[in-house]
């Protein structure tokens, strides 16, 4: 569906299903991002503790798999496993590894196309906004993993922080007000911005209510990375970083990202949102606030019994 000059996913019985574009400059701002999340995470993929076991062969499924990007680069890096991807919209290339399997499908409705304990490792990667119900998504990654597989999420924390007196409670700052509506608005959706920060309690008590505590993770781990907003930083990398993502990934997306939240969450005319933007985009780039957003990795095991 075509909404606000770009394309939607269309919604379900009244339902937003996601909140985002999924056209061709979306794809091209997330496959922004995942060159970004390699370059936050030093290269890598996943932290979970799980190259052994890909590079013997094992089955992989990635959550929202968007454009397939990351799957693609797991399916060339670790050639003896199968790497499944699902996501609500086909965006994903026609031709792939033959180790790649992608799927039309909502991963919050059953799995009805894979048997429990069949998955090494399963993976979400900047799409845990978009959860209607956490708790279920992570109990049913439970029952699709084999015992001793991995379960992680990869999302930034959609605030902005800083360590300094830059950015304090009372510091006018656009773009924080910008986050603040965004939540707002995924709220009246039926969505939550920061379901990043519930998952690593979700995944130490899902399921605990049972009396066999079915559901619970063990070793659950969180790694935490800053990611700058625009080029204050002083060190260079994280300045290359900050500009990148500044540059790239909001400055581009800035607009398609808070449409629907802004309009069909908050009741906003999309006149109202363009010229809030002026003064969002101003404060972006004001160097003189130290801002930064949390990435943050969460991941937990399924005990072996």
């Known amino acids: ?34 060159k970004l999340s390699l370059w936050m995470m030093h290269e890598k993929l996943f ?93 049913r990654a439970w029952k699709y993993l084999k015992p001793g597989g991995y379960l992680e999420f990869q999302e930034m924390t959609y605030w902005p922080q800083a360590d300094d007196d830059t950015l304090t409670p009372s510091t006018p700052y656009a773009f924080r007000d910008f986050c603040y509506y965004m939540q707002l608005g995924l709220e009246n959706l039926g969505l939550n911005l920061h379901t990043i920060t519930r998952l690593p309690d979700i995944l130490r008590s899902a399921g605990c209510d049972n009396a066999d505590g079915q559901g619970r993770f063990d070793d659950v781990t969180e790694v935490r990375h800053k990611l700058p907003i625009g080029r204050w930083a002083r060190d260079r990398r994280q300045r290359e970083k900050g500009i990148w993502f500044l540059r790239m990934i909001l400055l581009e997306g800035l607009s398609a990202i808070c449409k629907r939240p802004f309009c ?39 005990p072996l019994d």
């Open 47 to 139: 932290y979970a503790p799980v190259e052994d076991t890909l590079k013997r062969g094992g089955a992989v499924f990635d959550l929202g798999t968007g454009t397939g990007e990351w799957a693609m680069e797991m399916a060339q890096r670790y050639t003896e496993s199968q790497i499944f991807g699902c996501d609500i919209s086909p965006i994903q290339p026609a031709y792939v590894w033959e180790n790649v399997f992608f799927s039309t499908a909502d991963f919050e409705e059953d799995w009805v196309d894979y048997a429990e304990n069949s998955f090494d490792y399963i993976h979400m990667r900047y799409t845990a906004f978009s959860i209607k119900d956490p708790a279920a998504l992570v109990q």
């Open 1 to 34: 569906v075509y909404e606000y000059g770009r394309r939607y996913h269309a919604n379900t019985d009244g339902r937003v299903l996601y909140p985002l574009p999924n056209d061709e400059s979306e794809q091209e701002r997330d496959d922004m991002k995942h």
């Open 264 to 302: 069909q969450g908050l009741g906003w005319k999309d006149v109202q949102v363009e010229m809030f933007l002026v003064d969002v985009r101003r404060s972006l780039h004001d160097a003189g606030i130290h801002s930064y957003f949390p990435f943050t990795v969460v991941y937990g095991r399924k």
